[in-house]
């Protein structure tokens, strides 16, 4: 069984201003990022246990919005309804590089708890370093640590961490781990853990880690 969470391109446009408090006027990363609903390369496990941010562990579909905003402020938004609903912080500033990259935690308001838990944790180059509108900025995130490898990689270094893969014509590769876990009755839940990049001149512009889980 197989349910695709809806993830991230590259940016369409960037807005000017850093909107705060304002959720309407943000930009919801179902906007700003895409990748293509293909399968991905399969995974014998989920590469991801925990993304370590500062001194939070995030743990997919565990970890609340709530809790990141709390350590490194910023503002929850929201767009959309029923499959397409989705709450998010974003956060724009320098890798650990030093280049400038933009930083989205989304919570998958169907798959997600009242609570909007984390399903979905991705890095973007933002080459032009101008945040897009509502995202705050927390100097910490650069020492994020997604448990894959992240932005300014190569993709040598992709293919060692997960496997042997070829980025299609656009530079998009994917991985995927589901995992059946027992549920009431006579059905299991599935657990699919989705590893997601955009590559370009052999070097990752976007990486996504996204979880969800489903009857």
């Not at 408090?21 to 895409?34: D, M």
């Not at 961490?161 to 009755?185: C, I, M, T, W």
């Amino acid at each position: 069984m197989q349910r695709r969470f809806r993830i991230f391109s590259q940016i369409l446009f960037v807005l000017a201003a850093v909107g705060i408090g304002v959720a309407q006027t943000s930009v919801s990363p179902y906007v700003a990022l895409v990748f293509p609903e293909t399968d991905g390369i399969k995974l014998h496990a989920a590469p991801v246990k925990s993304i370590q941010v500062g001194p939070l562990a995030v743990v997919l579909e565990t970890t609340i919005l709530g809790a990141v905003s709390q350590r490194f402020g910023g503002t929850m938004h929201n767009a959309g309804d029923a499959g397409d609903a989705v709450n998010w912080l974003c956060y724009a500033g320098n890798n650990a590089a030093q280049k400038p990259v933009v930083y989205w935690f989304a919570s998958n308001n169907e798959m997600s708890s009242e609570d909007h838990s984390i399903s979905q944790v991705a890095v973007q180059s933002n080459p032009g370093g101008v945040a897009p509108a509502g995202c705050g900025s927390a100097a910490v995130l650069a020492t994020i640590d997604l448990g894959v490898p992240g932005v300014g990689t190569s993709l040598a270094d992709v293919t060692k961490r997960l496997g042997a893969g070829k980025p299609d014509a656009k530079g998009f590769l994917s991985y995927q781990n589901e995992r059946h876990v027992a549920g009431r009755g006579d059905k299991d839940s599935v657990t699919l853990q989705t590893v997601q990049y955009q590559i370009a001149g052999g070097v990752v512009v976007t990486v996504s880690v996204s979880q969800v889980t489903s009857d």
